[in-house]
C-alpha cells in the first residue's frame, strides 16, 4: 500500500482488519504480492455487562483487581475504563516487555499498584508477581 490512510480513532474501535484483494491466474501465486488495498474494517468487542459489576464487588471485598491481556496499550486502557478498572483515559499501561524480573525488582516495584499489563510473553505470566 502507497497512500497513506487516515488515522483511525483508538477510543471505541476493538480490532482493526485491514482487507485486500487479488486476482490470480495460478494457485501458485504468491498470495501476499500485488495485492489491491480495499479498506480497513473496525470491530468493536465490548465487555459483558457483569463484569462491571463483578469488579466493584471483588473491589468491595477488598481485593485489588488487575488486567493481564494480550490487546494493544490502548485498547487495554480503553477496557479498563469500560469495565471500572480507571476512570482515567490516560492511565498508565505496562506492558510486558517493560517489566523486571522478579529478582531484578524492588519490594516497592513488585508492591506497586499495577492495573493493566498488556502484551505479556508466556514467561511473563508465570513468573511470579505478588
Request: with cysteine; net charge negative; glycine share 6%.
Amino acid at each position: 500500500m502507497n497512500e497513506e490512510s487516515p488515522v483511525l480513532p483508538a477510543g471505541g474501535v476493538s480490532r482493526i482488519l485491514a482487507l485486500a484483494q487479488k486476482r490470480v491466474n495460478s494457485e501458485e501465486a504468491k498470495p501476499y504480492e500485488d495485492l489491491t488495498f480495499l479498506g480497513v474494517v473496525g470491530l468493536l468487542d465490548p465487555p459483558r455487562q457483569e463484569v462491571r459489576a463483578a469488579i466493584d464487588e471483588c473491589q468491595d471485598a477488598g481485593i485489588r483487581v488487575i488486567m493481564v491481556t494480550g490487546d494493544q496499550p490502548v485498547t487495554a486502557r480503553n477496557i479498563g475504563v469500560a469495565v471500572g478498572l480507571t476512570d482515567d483515559q490516560q492511565a498508565n499501561v505496562v506492558q510486558g516487555k517493560d517489566l523486571k524480573s522478579p529478582d531484578e525488582s524492588s519490594s516497592e516495584e513488585r508492591q506497586r499498584l499495577i492495573k493493566t499489563l498488556t502484551h505479556l510473553a508466556p514467561t511473563n505470566l508465570i513468573s511470579e508477581y505478588h
